[in-house]
């Protein structure tokens, strides 16, 4: 397996677990460095574009187009984008409403009614991110009074608009970062994570508990999470591709699956260190652990690849889970001569590693069939260019 060129940084560290290529970047310019720096220059560029921008055309307070490219622009294209939606809807929503009320009664008690119906509204409408903006517009139309009411609303919505025009064109033209090539970087390392979780899972079963287990489910966790986000902002981004939007939501969804799995999993495997029903399962049960950390390893690949359509040749886990089913068959008889807690968290455990082993297989399966790979000429053909 070979990766191009030009690599991510979950790229490069996904290249050297599987040994598939060099390490991460070292020294001065890592990757995350180089983003904040291309962050950085992004925004001061939208920020200036703004400002000489409003300048040119004679705009009042020019500087809240720059405030408003500032606050918008993201990391990636799908996030600036819900960012610019959030802050255009408050502010043509808090325009109106303070304009309108400007009219209504007198200072202070219109504007708590203005702010509190902008509030109520947003919840209503399902533009609770828009809310607050909506009171900060309220605020600048109604106490602000070097300008007439109408006069500093139209500005306000000009200004923040032309601010996301540029924040967008910015975000788009130069140096594009698109949230689902960062969300399929993240899912891959997501498995990766997953897997090592399990990994850290089984040593404590009949054995001591792996030191690092907490530490790997906040890690796991934390993977979840910033892929769950990403996922949102890569909504509102164009597709990449056929099935792209729904492989990475499919992905994400088994993701979270497979984690509860885990966590059930861990506490299956408490108490269990001095248990010896578990014994009479091997090797059947072993077998199925590996060939279940193989897998994580095998999907995080796909993933990397985009490439859901080729079974491995070496991983059988429904081959596995029958073996194990016929093994726990066979020595039931036997667990006379055990307790109870040791057959029921043996029972637990092999129950669990059966739904992971089944997840991971239908994470392949289900999202072949979503990116459309029965398609299997163009979809080997670009696979061996992408190799």
């Known amino acids: ?63 809240w187009g720059s405030i408003s490219a500032i606050i918008v622009l993201q990391s990636n294209f799908g996030a600036t984008i819900t960012a610019s939606r959030d802050r255009i809807l408050g502010t043509i929503i808090g325009a109106i409403l303070g304009f309108s009320f400007s009219f209504f009664g007198a200072l202070p008690w219109n504007y708590i009614l203005a702010v509190f119906a902008a509030i109520v509204i947003c919840g209503l409408l399902g533009f609770r991110s828009s809310s607050r903006l909506a009171g900060v517009t309220i605020t600048i139309v109604m106490l602000i009074q070097s300008r007439s009411h109408k006069a500093i609303a139209f500005d306000r919505v000009m200004q923040v608009m032309l601010g996301i025009v540029v924040a967008v064109a910015v975000s788009t033209l130069v140096l594009p970062d698109r949230a689902r090539l960062a969300l399929r970087d993240g899912l891959a390392q997501e498995f990766l994570v997953l897997g090592a979780f399990f990994e850290a899972i089984l040593q404590g079963f009949r054995g001591a508990p792996d030191p690092n287990l907490a530490v790997l489910r906040e890690d796991a966790l934390a993977t979840l999470r910033v892929n769950g986000q990403l996922l949102e902002a890569s909504q509102n981004e164009p597709s990449g591709g056929p099935g792209w939007r729904e492989g990475l939501a499919m992905l994400t969804q088994f993701g979270r699956s497979i984690f509860d799995s885990l966590v059930a999993l861990e506490l299956a495997v408490k108490d269990s260190a001095e248990d010896d029903f578990a014994q009479q399962l091997e090797p059947a049960l072993g077998e199925l652990a590996a060939d279940i950390h193989v897998g994580f390893h095998y999907v995080a690949g796909c993933i990397h690849h ?51 082993a089944r997840l991971l297989r239908a994470a392949r399966v289900e999202t072949s069939r979503a990116v459309g790979e029965a398609r299997s000429g163009r979809a080997e053909g670009a696979a061996g260019e992408a190799d």
């Open 1 to 63: 397996m070979r990766l191009n060129r030009n690599q991510t940084h979950s790229q490069q560290e996904l290249a050297l677990k599987l040994g598939a290529g060099p390490g991460s970047e070292s020294g001065l310019l890592t990757y995350e460095r180089k983003r904040l720096l291309i962050h950085a220059a992004k925004t001061a560029l939208a920020a200036a574009l703004c400002w000489w921008l409003a300048q040119l055309f004679g705009l009042h307070e020019g500087y």
């Open 306 to 356: 985009w490439r859901f359509h080729v079974a491995p040749t070496n991983l059988h886990l429904e081959e596995d889970i029958a073996r194990l089913e016929q093994q726990m068959s066979a020595v039931r008889p036997k667990g006379i001569a055990f307790s109870q807690a040791e057959i029921v968290r043996a029972y637990a455990v092999q129950l669990h590693l059966k739904q992971i």
